[in-house]
Structure formats: structure tokens, C-alpha cells
């Protein structure tokens, strides 16, 4: 049944209408044989209930012709649904329509803009047999906004907000919620960073950007639109509106080189290629596109996908080249690559000159005042001589005659501990040379820290070390004997060391000093506390424990001027560890008015110096003075003098 909703002003005609359908109901069902009205439905005492609604709870931006729609748990009388049972606030008034379970309210006009209303359906609204809904119902929801106040905003992108893999050469699109004032879409309210340029257009609600060039791959851009962009109202964005995205990888790369990169022994003969990802435009493979430095000259050729180089000539043999391949480099749909590619690789040794090599000793070896070299070369014509070559002069007339042998170079004119770089050169019949890899030998002492902080003559100058196959050798050097101008009188110098390279074990620090991280597994005593102690941490008492017999070092040796000394240790007393480091500190020096001077070799937190077992000295075994000179001269401090604190307790 559907009635039409009547405003409360007419409610006595209303009324009378409704009596008037009643009696002629009934007559005609009197006259159609005497039935009995209908009853309500026997049994059924469940209330009905609101299911959903139409427009939905707390909705926004509904449109303002909508109708308003309940949705109910079963079918709810006609009868008792009513502008007061069934209501929109703000006088809003209209008619009422039943499909199954659902009421529509029609409003007989159009709702407010930007306005929220609330539907309320009360509990006079009844189910067919007479339950009633068991409480009030209500909800709101609220309407468009008015497109005469409302600025436009984007509604959505095309790529989206942080988008990835985007299409170097796609449009960029903006949708906006409100048609636009096309004039103000340009290039200047319509913009891409990084430099990219494009035109601008617009149709239905949709600003679009396509990009004059395509993007740059695996670039992000930032699209902007001004707050200059405006409706057909002339209503602006509120704000400018941003989001950014990054385009894809290039398609066109490199995929492999001939030769491989960073290779060596390359053939100083053959073709270098390239292999790209994609088709080439060969016209864009040219020698300006694909070049070699080193002034290197050829020709440039392409077929399926390789690019080659064909030198003009023999690359120079033992050279390092670079090839480059430009941006100019195109594939057949215009598309360049992203940045210029470059390869290095170094060509083989000249297999036309003599090959020459430095037999023994090792790199970085000690040797003696004399180091005695073997040497050997090769070559398919023969080799007629080999030079030897040390720091660069030509050790004349000690030339060896044919493709192997050895020198004695007397090293007695250099300084211990410096560093010497020895090399050869071996000659063919046609005097084509070929030269030995370089290695360094030390003159009879490595020299293992320099302390270059102050040259004081009462001052450490520098710590040398060497390793036999029974003795860690070691050699304190001073700026001047400690004996001279500050008139001093008294010496003491200690060593710390450690053999097991781990910081936790052993004593971490002197005076609570740290010793640059070491935990210092013995320690080592020298001067007026002792010149023969070597003692052993003991971890759990914390205290330093005597290591070996009275005799004391392997040897120690304080030269006559006191400006410097030696001494040597058995690798078996610190129970042979593959290296040692240390860390010294030289209580140098007690002068007639009592001040100390002290100093480190090497300097505080400047890393570790260490000698290594394995690196043998290969010169003469030391054999020290029969008496230490010292000793036999004057003690480690004169009586009666300032005898320094022990600094090691």
C-alpha cells in the first residue's frame, strides 16, 4: 500500500481520508461474501530492527538529490511510518515509498549544500504484528559542499604518489574533483623538477603533462601545481599540491666487455668489444662513441649487439688502458645510455723481451752487510745479461753474464733499518730488456716505528726489530746518548708485550693509561729496575710473574756513547707466537735536580708495532760484546743520584 506523506497543517483532512478508505474497504469485502477483516499475525513477538542505512552513517559528500532509505529487519507496517516516526531535521519534508524490507524517503526538494542532517525513526514503528522498534533510531550524514565556495583539490595521479618503474616517456596526469579553469594550466603551474620540459593540457577534470624528451631512467621527479591552478569559479587550490616518483631502469646497459673489466694480461693484439642489452642504432656507433686512451686509434664497427674496437695497432705490452663508450651510444628507438660506460684492463707482458725475476731473498727481507741475491731470466732467443739495480743505480760491474746467478751487495754504506728497493734487468741478444718485479730488503734491522714528535737528545728516535729462527731481536735507538748534555743519571726503558693479539687477556693499561689496546701478555724491564727481568702477566692475581732463569736476555748490548742499545729474546720464553706487539715506554733519564722525562715509542694510540716471527733476518748471527760497554764503564745510575720510581709495580 503507498500513501502519500501530508504536512501536519492538514492532518483533519487527512484523518477524514483515512476513514473514508476504511468503510469502503470494508464494504467491498462485505459484498464479496461477508469475510472477516484481516487479522495481525498470530504469534510473532519479535520487535524489528534497523539493518542499514541509505546514506550510510557519518557519509559525507552526498549528493543533495538523494533519497534516504532504511533497511529493516522484516517488513514494518505502512501505516505506522509517518513524517513524525520516520523524520529528517532541518524541515525537510517529502514522500515515503515500501519495497520489501526497505523505507524510502523522497525529499520533495533538493538538501542543503555542506549541510549534516539527522534521520531519526522513532518507536512507534511497527513491525505487521504490532511489535514495536524497541528504541530510537538515528544517524546523520552529511551533504556536498557548495562548488561556489569549494576550491578544486586533486583527487588522484597517474603515476601515484611514490610510484616506481614509471615509463620514461609516459604522460603525467592529475584529476581534479571540480571542473578547472583551463587558462590556468600551463608549464609554469604544471611542473616536473630535474629540468624536464613538456606541454600541459586539459579535458575533463584531467590535467595532463607529457614530457618534451623522456625522462632520465631510475631518476625520481617531483611534479608540482601551483596554488595559481583555479576552477571555473575562480577558486584556487588551497595549497600548491606535490608528489614525486621514479622512473625505471635504463633498458640499454652494457652487459659484458672483451676484455673483462680490470683484467690483465689482455692480448695486445685483439679486437676490444662491447655487448649491449638492446638493438644499437649503428650510425651511433662511431670512434668518437667507443674510444681507447692512451691515443690509441682504430676502427669502430657494430652486428647484433656488439659494438667492437679494432686498434689500428699492437697496444703498448704491460699498459693499462681505459675504453669508454659515450652517451651518444643509442639503441634503435632513440633510447641513450645513462651515463658514459668505461672498462680498464692491462695488456700482456712483451712475450718479445726477456722475463726477469728475483729468486731470493723474499720481499721485505733483513738482510746483512752483505745480501747475497739469486736471480734467473728467460727468453726463447736466450738471455746474454741480468743488472741488478738497487734504489734505482746500476750496481756497475757486477753484472752477471747469461740467464742466471746471484750478487753480493755490500750494504755496509747504508743505514740500518732503511729500506732499499732492489730490481734487474735482463738483456736478449737484440738488447731488449725486460725488468723484475721491485721488492724491498732492510739493511740488518727493520726499522719498525719512528717517534718524530720532539728530537730531544735525551728522546727515543726510533724502535727497530728483526726475527731469527730462535730470537725476537729488538733495537732502541735515542736522539743523543742519555748520558750527555742534561747531565742525567739514571735510565730505565720498559717494553710491553703482547702474543696473542687479543686485548682482553693480559694488562690493558700503564698508569691508567691504555696501551693503544693491547693487552699486554709480559713485560719487559731495562735500566736502573732491571736489565734482565721478563715477566708474564698473571691474569687472576693481576700481578707480573718471573718468566725465566736469572740469565736473563738472549744478549743486551748498551753501546759506549749510551745511544742506543739492544737486546734479544727467545721466542721460546714468550712460547713462540707467530708475531709480537708492543708498545714501549722510556722513563728516560733522571738529571741532577730530580725531573723525569719520559716517552713513548711508538706515540700513544698510534696503532701497534709488530715483528713477525716468520720474517727472518737472513744476515749474520749478532754476537754481542763480551761486556756490555755500559757496564763496564759506569752504572745505570750514579750513587747518591735520584733513582727513579719503578713505574712497572
Given at each position: 500500500?503507498?500513501?502519500?506523506?501530508?504536512?501536519?497543517?492538514?492532518?483533519?483532512?487527512?484523518?477524514?481520508?483515512?476513514?473514508?478508505?476504511?468503510?469502503?474497504?470494508?464494504?467491498?469485502?462485505?459484498?464479496?461474501?461477508?469475510?472477516?477483516?484481516?487479522?495481525?499475525?498470530?504469534?510473532?513477538?519479535?520487535?524489528?530492527?534497523?539493518?542499514?542505512?541509505?546514506?550510510?552513517?557519518?557519509?559525507?559528500?552526498?549528493?543533495?538529490?538523494?533519497?534516504?532509505?532504511?533497511?529493516?529487519?522484516?517488513?514494518?507496517?505502512?501505516?505506522?511510518?509517518?513524517?513524525?516516526?520516520?523524520?529528517?531535521?532541518?524541515?525537510?519534508?517529502?514522500?515515503?515509498?515500501?519495497?520489501?524490507?526497505?523505507?524510502r524517503?523522497?525529499?520533495?526538494?533538493?538538501?542543503?549544500?555542506?549541510?549534516?542532517?539527522?534521520?531519526?525513526?522513532?518507536?512507534?514503528?511497527?513491525?505487521t504484528?504490532?511489535?514495536?522498534?524497541?528504541?530510537?533510531?538515528?544517524?546523520?550524514?552529511?551533504?556536498?559542499?557548495?562548488?561556489?565556495?569549494?576550491?578544486?583539490?586533486?583527487?588522484?595521479?597517474?603515476p601515484?604518489?611514490?610510484?616506481?618503474?614509471?615509463?620514461?616517456?609516459?604522460?603525467?596526469?592529475?584529476?581534479?574533483?571540480?571542473?578547472?579553469?583551463?587558462?590556468?594550466?600551463?608549464?609554469?603551474?604544471?611542473?616536473?623538477?630535474?629540468?624536464?620540459?613538456?606541454?600541459?593540457?586539459y579535458?575533463?577534470?584531467?590535467?595532463?603533462?607529457?614530457?618534451?624528451?623522456?625522462?632520465?631512467?631510475?631518476?625520481q621527479?617531483?611534479?608540482?601545481?601551483?596554488?595559481t591552478?583555479?576552477?571555473?569559479l575562480?577558486?584556487?587550490?588551497?595549497?600548491?599540491?606535490?608528489?614525486?616518483?621514479?622512473?625505471?631502469?635504463?633498458?640499454?646497459?652494457?652487459?659484458?666487455?672483451?676484455?673483462?673489466?680490470?683484467?690483465?694480461?689482455?692480448?695486445?693484439?685483439?679486437?676490444?668489444?662491447?655487448?649491449?642489452?638492446?638493438?644499437?642504432?649503428?650510425?651511433?656507433?662511431?670512434?668518437?662513441?667507443?674510444?681507447?686512451?692512451?691515443?690509441?686509434?682504430?676502427?669502430?664497427?657494430y652486428?647484433?649487439?656488439?659494438?667492437?674496437?679494432?686498434?689500428?695497432?699492437?697496444?703498448?705490452?704491460?699498459?693499462?688502458?681505459?675504453?669508454?663508450?659515450?652517451?651518444?651510444?643509442?639503441?634503435?628507438?632513440?633510447?641513450?645510455?645513462d651515463?658514459p660506460?668505461?672498462?680498464?684492463?692491462?695488456?700482456?707482458?712483451?712475450?718479445?723481451?726477456?722475463l726477469?725475476?728475483?729468486?731470493?731473498?723474499?720481499?721485505s727481507?733483513?738482510?746483512?752487510?752483505?745480501?747475497?741475491?739469486?736471480?734467473?731470466?728467460?727468453?726463447?732467443?736466450?738471455?746474454?745479461?741480468?743488472?741488478?739495480?738497487?734504489?734505482?743505480?746500476?750496481?756497475?760491474?757486477?753484472?752477471?753474464?747469461?740467464?742466471?746467478?746471484?750478487?753480493?751487495?755490500?750494504?755496509?754504506?747504508?743505514?740500518?733499518?732503511?729500506?732499499?728497493?732492489?730490481?734487474?734487468?735482463?738483456?736478449?741478444?737484440?738488447?731488449?730488456?725486460?725488468?723484475?718485479?721491485?721488492?724491498?730488503?732492510y739493511h740488518?734491522?727493520?726499522t719498525?716505528?719512528e717517534?718524530?714528535?720532539?728530537?730531544w737528545?735525551?728522546?727515543?728516535?726510533?724502535?727497530?726489530?728483526?726475527?731469527?729462527?730462535?730470537?725476537?731481536?729488538?733495537?732502541?735507538e735515542?736522539?743523543?746518548?742519555?748520558?750527555?748534555?742534561?747531565?742525567?743519571?739514571?735510565?730505565?726503558l720498559?717494553?710491553?708485550?703482547?702474543?696473542?693479539?687479543?686485548?682482553?687477556?693480559?694488562?690493558?693499561?700503564?698508569?691508567?693509561?691504555?696501551?693503544?689496546?693491547?693487552?699486554?701478555?709480559?713485560?719487559?724491564?731495562?735500566?736502573v729496575?732491571?736489565?734482565t727481568?721478563?715477566?708474564?702477566?698473571?691474569?687472576?692475581?693481576?700481578?707480573?710473574?718471573?718468566?725465566?732463569?736469572?740469565?736473563?736476555?738472549?744478549y743486551?748490548?748498551?753501546?759506549?756513547?749510551?745511544?742506543?742499545?739492544?737486546?734479544?729474546?727467545?721466542?721460546?720464553?714468550?712460547?713462540?707466537p707467530?708475531?709480537?706487539?708492543?708498545?714501549?715506554?722510556?722513563?728516560?733519564?733522571?738529571?741532577?735536580?730530580?725531573?723525569?722525562?719520559?716517552?713513548?715509542?711508538?706515540?700513544?694510540?698510534?696503532?701497534?708495532?709488530?715483528?713477525?716471527?716468520?720474517?727472518?733476518?737472513?744476515?749474520?748471527?749478532?754476537?754481542?760484546?763480551?761486556?756490555?760497554?755500559?757496564?763496564?764503564?759506569?752504572?745505570?745510575?750514579?750513587?747518591?743520584?735520584l733513582?727513579?720510581?719503578?713505574?712497572?709495580?
Open positions: 500500500m503507498r500513501r502519500m506523506f501530508i504536512p501536519s497543517s492538514r492532518k483533519a483532512p487527512e484523518i477524514i481520508f483515512r476513514i473514508t478508505a476504511l468503510l469502503a474497504a470494508g464494504l467491498l469485502l462485505l459484498s464479496c461474501g461477508g469475510s472477516d477483516p484481516p487479522t495481525k499475525s498470530d504469534g510473532d513477538t519479535t520487535p524489528p530492527t534497523v539493518k542499514a542505512t541509505i546514506p550510510a552513517d557519518n557519509a559525507t559528500n552526498i549528493a543533495r538529490d538523494t533519497s534516504i532509505s532504511v533497511v529493516f529487519s522484516e517488513p514494518v507496517d505502512s501505516l505506522t511510518v509517518s513524517s513524525s516516526t520516520f523524520s529528517i531535521d532541518g524541515g525537510v519534508s517529502g514522500s515515503y515509498s515500501f519495497v520489501g524490507d526497505t523505507v524517503l523522497t525529499p520533495s526538494s533538493n538538501l542543503a549544500y555542506g549541510t549534516t542532517y539527522t534521520a531519526t525513526i522513532s518507536t512507534a514503528v511497527t513491525d504484528a504490532d511489535n514495536k522498534l524497541q528504541a530510537v533510531y538515528s544517524w546523520s550524514f552529511k551533504t556536498v559542499p557548495d562548488p561556489s565556495t569549494t576550491p578544486p583539490v586533486v583527487v588522484s595521479t597517474v601515484g604518489s611514490n610510484a616506481s618503474d614509471v615509463v620514461a616517456d609516459d604522460p603525467i596526469r592529475a584529476t581534479f574533483s571540480k571542473e578547472l579553469d583551463s587558462t590556468t594550466l600551463t608549464t609554469s603551474t604544471f611542473t616536473l623538477d630535474n629540468g624536464a620540459t613538456g606541454t600541459v593540457t579535458a575533463n577534470k584531467v590535467a595532463t603533462f607529457t614530457p618534451t624528451q623522456p625522462l632520465n631512467y631510475n631518476t621527479y617531483t611534479v608540482t601545481i601551483s596554488a591552478v583555479a576552477d571555473t575562480g577558486i584556487h587550490l588551497v595549497a600548491p599540491y606535490q608528489w614525486s616518483f621514479t622512473t625505471q631502469t635504463n633498458p640499454l646497459y652494457v652487459v659484458s666487455t672483451v676484455p673483462a673489466d680490470n683484467s690483465t694480461s689482455a692480448n695486445a693484439v685483439d679486437p676490444i668489444t662491447a655487448t649491449f642489452s638492446l638493438d644499437l642504432d649503428s650510425t651511433t656507433v662511431t670512434t668518437s662513441s667507443f674510444t681507447i686512451n692512451n691515443g690509441v686509434t682504430g676502427v669502430v664497427s652486428s647484433n649487439k656488439v659494438a667492437t674496437f679494432t686498434p689500428s695497432d699492437t697496444l703498448m705490452y704491460s699498459t693499462r688502458y681505459t675504453a669508454t663508450i659515450s652517451t651518444d651510444i643509442a639503441d634503435t628507438s632513440g633510447i641513450h645510455l651515463s660506460f668505461q672498462f680498464s684492463f692491462t695488456t700482456q707482458v712483451n712475450p718479445f723481451i726477456p726477469a725475476f728475483i729468486d731470493s731473498p723474499a720481499d727481507a733483513i738482510v746483512g752487510d752483505t745480501a747475497h741475491i739469486s736471480v734467473f731470466a728467460t727468453h726463447p732467443i736466450g738471455v746474454v745479461r741480468i743488472e741488478l739495480y738497487v734504489d734505482g743505480v746500476h750496481m756497475v760491474g757486477a753484472d752477471i753474464m747469461g740467464g742466471f746467478g746471484s750478487f753480493d751487495w755490500d750494504a755496509t754504506a747504508s743505514d740500518i733499518g732503511t729500506p732499499h728497493r732492489i730490481y734487474v734487468k735482463a738483456y736478449d741478444a737484440d738488447n731488449r730488456v725486460g725488468v723484475s718485479d721491485t721488492l724491498v730488503l740488518r734491522w727493520q719498525l716505528a717517534d718524530i714528535n720532539d728530537p737528545p735525551t728522546d727515543i728516535r726510533r724502535v727497530l726489530g728483526r726475527s731469527t729462527d730462535s730470537l725476537l731481536e729488538l733495537r732502541y735515542f736522539w743523543g746518548s742519555w748520558a750527555d748534555a742534561f747531565n742525567d743519571t739514571s735510565f730505565d720498559g717494553v710491553y708485550l703482547d702474543v696473542d693479539n687479543f686485548s682482553m687477556t693480559g694488562r690493558t693499561d700503564f698508569a691508567g693509561t691504555p696501551l693503544n689496546g693491547i693487552g699486554a701478555d709480559y713485560l719487559m724491564i731495562v735500566g729496575h732491571g736489565d727481568a721478563l715477566s708474564s702477566y698473571n691474569q687472576a692475581t693481576g700481578k707480573w710473574d718471573f718468566v725465566f732463569n736469572p740469565n736473563g736476555f738472549a743486551l748490548n748498551i753501546a759506549d756513547s749510551s745511544d742506543f742499545f739492544e737486546v734479544g729474546i727467545k721466542w721460546s720464553d714468550l712460547s713462540n707467530d708475531a709480537v706487539q708492543f708498545v714501549s715506554i722510556n722513563v728516560l733519564l733522571v738529571d741532577q735536580v730530580g725531573s723525569f722525562l719520559a716517552d713513548w715509542a711508538p706515540d700513544q694510540g698510534n696503532g701497534h708495532t709488530e715483528v713477525i716471527h716468520s720474517n727472518r733476518y737472513i744476515g749474520p748471527p749478532y754476537t754481542p760484546p763480551p761486556v756490555s760497554a755500559v757496564s763496564s764503564t759506569r752504572p745505570l745510575f750514579k750513587p747518591g743520584s733513582v727513579p720510581p719503578n713505574p712497572f709495580k
